[in-house]
Nanobody, 119 residues
Framework: QVHVVESGGGLVQPGGSLRLSCAAS????????MGWYRQAPGKQRELVAT???????NYADSVKGRFTISRDNAKNTVYLQMNSLKPEDTAVYYC?????????????WGQGTQVTVSS
């Protein structure tokens, strides 16, 4: 079992910045692919950004150039730096640990952290 815990959400004005953190348990964190997803009220959960074990990143078009995902394997932590925030970025942000084992693929999710962009 892998535990995933997000932190860093809050209320920010349009144009502002926030950094989300996600800590995941396990001795092989460096092998996990990690991702950030978000879900706004009345909408489906959507991908925001992912980072592979090798450090390759992928972003949703809506956040390219504004958000940056990174990881610190020594701290078992992945980050999402969010700049130039817009009201449409308001959502609950979830962290995902995607783990491939020899006979299965497992996904673990955190409880989510609320991000509200409003003046």
């Amino acid at each position: 079992q892998v535990h995933v815990v997000e932190s860093g959400g809050g209320l920010v004005q349009p144009g502002g910045s926030l950094r989300l953190s996600c800590a995941a348990s396990g001795r092989t964190f460096s092998s996990y692919a990690m991702g950030w997803y978000r879900q706004a009220p009345g909408k489906q959960r959507e991908l925001v950004a992912t980072i592979t074990s090798g450090g390759n990143t992928n972003y949703a078009d809506s956040v390219k150039g504004r958000f940056t995902i990174s990881r610190d394997n020594a701290k078992n932590t992945v980050y999402l730096q969010m700049n130039s925030l817009k009201p449409e970025d308001t959502a609950v942000y979830y962290c995902n640990a995607h783990i491939v084992v020899p006979v299965a693929v497992r996904d673990y999710w955190g409880q989510g952290t609320q991000v509200t962009v409003s003046s």
